[in-house]
């Protein structure tokens, strides 16, 4: 049973441009929740999805951040017109059900960098 | 409102000594916690979790936390460190209230001294 998947592992990008970060979360888990994790600080929760519902986008900044989780394909997080204070590593987690006792497992970690 | 504490946030220990990762907790409902351990430009591992059985909880690698509600603390410990046990540990709570959101430790890096 593989993982949970990201892609890329790594992005670069200019001032401007959009970014796009994959996750595919593993079988048989329908939540899926993205977080940030600027440099030296802990990872903060963004987005909670699932099948094409967004629950909970408390954690997203108001303008350019935006994310989809399809009835098909992985959940996008998409970042449009990037700053450079959006260079982060970006976690994806996906868990089987909701609750305070259900484990999230986690990806490796889309690492953006913004030039 | 839930808050996590992580009271150091750089450990240095020598390899076969104890490792204690200090954390504290914040919650309005009862709380599972979590331990997360992330190496060097990876993901996130789950080393271990509570979540209202026994207070006492055995994870992987050898580490271990107690559920302490009296003092709101959920610290992390192993008898004895390991050079691969060199990375970052986050503390982690969630609510049982509502849907699962969780909140993160600041995270504390653990060094092992050879």
């Known amino acids: 049973n593989a993982g949970v998947m990201q892609n890329p592992r790594h992005l670069v990008r200019r001032r401007g441009q959009e970014a796009r970060l994959r996750c595919s979360p593993m079988?048989?888990?329908?939540?899926v929740y993205w977080y940030r994790q600027l440099p030296e600080e802990g990872l903060k929760f963004m987005v909670y999805l699932q099948k094409e519902n967004i629950i909970d986008e408390s954690g997203m900044p108001k303008e350019r951040f935006s994310a989809e989780f399809p009835k098909e394909g992985p959940s996008i997080l998409r970042i449009q017109q990037v700053v450079r204070g959006d260079s982060a590593a970006y976690f994806c987690?996906?868990?089987?059900?909701?609750?305070?006792?259900?484990?999230?497992?986690f990806g490796p970690g889309t690492r953006l960098l913004v030039l | 409102a839930q808050s996590v504490t992580q009271l150091d946030s750089h450990v240095s220990v020598s390899e076969g000594t104890p490792v204690l990762l200090r954390c504290n907790y914040s919650?309005?409902?009862?709380?599972?916690l979590f331990w997360y351990v992330q190496h060097p430009n990876k993901g996130l591992q789950l080393l271990l979790k509570?979540?209202?059985?026994?207070?006492l909880v055995k994870g992987i690698n050898g580490f271990e936390a107690e559920f302490k509600k009296s003092e709101t603390s959920f610290h992390l410990t192993k008898p004895s460190a390991h050079m691969s046990d060199a990375a970052e540990y986050f503390c982690?709570?969630?609510?049982?209230?509502?849907?699962?959101?969780?909140?993160f430790g600041i995270g504390t890096k653990l060094q092992v001294i050879p």
């Open positions: 079988k048989g888990h329908s939540h």
């Open positions: 919650s309005s409902y009862s709380p599972s």
């Open positions: 982690v709570v969630s609510d049982l209230g509502g849907y699962q959101k969780v909140t």
């Open positions: 987690a996906s868990s089987t059900k909701t609750g305070g006792q259900e484990t999230q497992y």
């Open positions: 509570y979540t209202s059985a026994a207070t």
